[in-house]
């Protein structure tokens, strides 16, 4: 059977709403993990439809089109108008006239690009740092109390009791605070007569109609960075200061509401690094697990993903078979492939952020000889900035006004203190990065409008040998990267999703768990000795004497 597909595509702008599906020939929409952005572009040929064949009903479609379809428009898009879902939803940044030639014809065309509403406004719409706004005539008619409370001098404040959200408190209400109040969200995106009004940005993020902000954060981490009272700069940048950004990840799509209209989704979540079968090093000591609300990657559990209690995360998973598959280019690459693994928190502390004494530095790295034989040394360093460094620092000071000091190292590094803490987030990037067999690349498909960013993918018929055990695996597991949809009037309606992750369930995790112990790490240290003598202590870097060699039987030096 072949499915017939029609566009469905609509705009609303100061000329009110109209639905221009008629006349768009061709659509691409493009949205990734990686960059915040999605993209659309439109072609509008009436022609090509085969809708209004006539070259002056053509043209002049054309000429009215460049009119009524303004810069800054709002614009939904299905690619199926049978669908119950909308795939897009943004605002129209370029217009451009085009020549196409098909053999001895030539066309006028007109080419749309739109992008994604939501992250648009929040990279587009920057900060300024300028608490003398609000007493400037006339700012607080013309841009709104919000907007201009919101450029004070000293942002943050949640109470009475000057509370400050950038200051002991968890990242997430930075966030969300950051989201309620800022200028984009509070802006008018049209002063057109549509939905009985002006259009204010916010009622396209509407939570009480969709999911509109996906939060999931971890617990254990506080963030304390007063400089974010006064930020200056993009809104998206300002979010993700509020967040240990190497280890989550924000991406952006469009999901349908209640209402049947299109809605943007912002998603921050920590990165799937975990898998379930997973043991870590460190869990049978009684200090693991300092950090707490990982997301396991091949979870199938159901759960709420707003709601914190959960230990356990999940990533939406779509079953797909190669009857929907038009082409396959997946295959092992080492590519992101690492094989030594540092964490360190890079706050200052104390002291200069470049010193022993201000830095938390004694976190060496997880290493893997035989590996870095074979492939080369990967080496994969990450900056925790969001950590709760005030309460260490203000332990290190009572003691010393007590009269009883003791060394900020061994402050830093007691249980569940902040070493534990960055010790539990090097775990978590070995699990995603040290398995050497994934599968990465891309695959196209029969279109399908479900298919979605940073979802799992479950290639259920696919085989994948395994290069240790050199068994054949039925059915891999992928983690999507990036969609792109596309339809044109007299080609297939197709969907190409990149992928990376991609082994069988749970054949990662048993191969960390046995080759876990070839993964060396000099953490046991002598805090004394380190950071107040300057001696190195870690053993097992050092050269082995001449004594000693000959002990073990070594007659020559290579």
């Not at 993209?39 to 043209?59: C, D, E, G, Y």
């Not at 400037?136 to 000293?154: D, H, I, N, S």
Request: aromatic share 12%.
């Amino acid at each position: 059977m072949i499915r017939k597909i029609e566009p469905l595509v609509e705009v609303w702008n100061v000329f009110g709403y109209q639905n221009i599906s008629q006349y768009i020939s061709s659509v691409r929409i493009q949205n990734s993990v990686d960059t915040p952005v999605g993209v659309m572009t439109l072609v509008i040929n009436p022609s090509a439809t085969s809708s209004l064949p006539t070259s002056i009903i053509h043209n002049a479609i054309l000429n009215e089109a460049q009119k009524r379809l303004e810069l800054n428009s709002i614009v939904s898009a299905k690619i199926d108008k049978n669908s119950e879902k909308h795939s897009f939803l943004g605002r129209i940044d370029n217009i451009y006239p085009r020549i196409s030639a098909d053999g001895n014809n030539t066309q006028r065309e007109l080419v749309v690009n739109c992008s994604m509403l939501l992250p648009k406004i929040l990279i587009r719409d920057e900060i300024i740092n300028f608490p003398l706004l609000q007493y400037m005539p006339g700012a607080k008619e013309k841009l709104g109390t919000e907007r201009v409370m919101f450029l004070e001098g000293m942002r943050g404040n949640v109470s009475e009791d000057k509370t400050n959200v950038f200051q002991g408190s968890k990242p997430e209400d930075a966030v969300k605070w950051i989201i309620e109040n800022c200028i984009a969200t509070n802006t008018t995106v049209t002063n057109g007569r549509t939905r009985g009004g002006n259009i204010v940005a916010k009622s396209f993020f509407n939570p009480k109609k969709a999911a509109t902000f996906r939060f999931r954060f971890l617990l254990g981490e506080q963030l304390y960075n007063p400089i974010l009272s006064v930020y200056a700069g993009p809104l998206l940048s300002y979010i993700i200061s509020c967040i240990d950004v190497a280890f989550y990840e924000i991406f952006f799509d469009t999901e349908t509401g209640e209402d049947g209209l299109a809605y943007n989704v912002m998603t921050v979540r920590p990165k799937p690094f975990s898998f379930v079968d997973y043991k870590p090093q460190h869990s049978a000591s009684k200090n693991y697990n300092v950090i707490t609300g990982w997301v396991n990657f091949d979870s199938y559990e159901k759960e709420n993903l707003l709601d914190n209690r959960h230990k356990k995360g999940v990533v939406d998973a779509i079953t797909k078979n190669s009857e929907q598959r038009l082409t396959d280019t997946t295959g092992i690459s080492d590519y992101e492939l690492k094989n030594s693994f540092s964490v360190t928190f890079q706050q200052s502390i104390m002291a200069p952020a470049n010193s022993l004494f201000g830095q938390l530095g004694p976190l060496f790295p997880l290493l893997n000889f035989d590996s870095i034989k074979r492939y080369g040394l990967r080496h994969l360093q990450l900056d925790s900035t969001v950590s709760n460094y005030e309460s260490p620092k203000e332990k290190y000071n009572r003691m010393i006004a007590s009269k009883t000091p003791q060394d900020l190292a061994k402050i830093m590094s007691e249980p569940k203190g902040e070493l534990e803490a960055l010790f539990d987030k090097r775990e978590k990037v070995f699990e995603w990065y040290a398995y050497p067999y994934f599968e990465s690349g891309s695959i196209t498909w029969v279109g399908d409008e479900n298919l979605k960013v940073g979802q799992r993918l479950i290639y259920e018929d696919k085989e994948f040998l395994d290069p240790e055990e050199k068994k054949v695996y039925h059915g891999v597991e992928y983690y999507i990267n990036s969609i792109a949809h596309e339809f044109a009037y007299g080609r297939f309606f197709r969907t190409t999703t990149e992928l990376s992750r991609g082994a069988p369930k749970g054949l990662a995790a048993k191969w960390l768990n046995k080759n876990r112990a070839d993964f060396i790490s000099p953490t046991e240290l002598d805090y004394d000795l380190y950071m107040n003598k300057g001696i190195r202590v870690d053993k097992v870097y050092e050269r082995p004497t001449m004594e000693e060699m000959l002990q073990n039987g070594l007659t020559e030096i290579v």
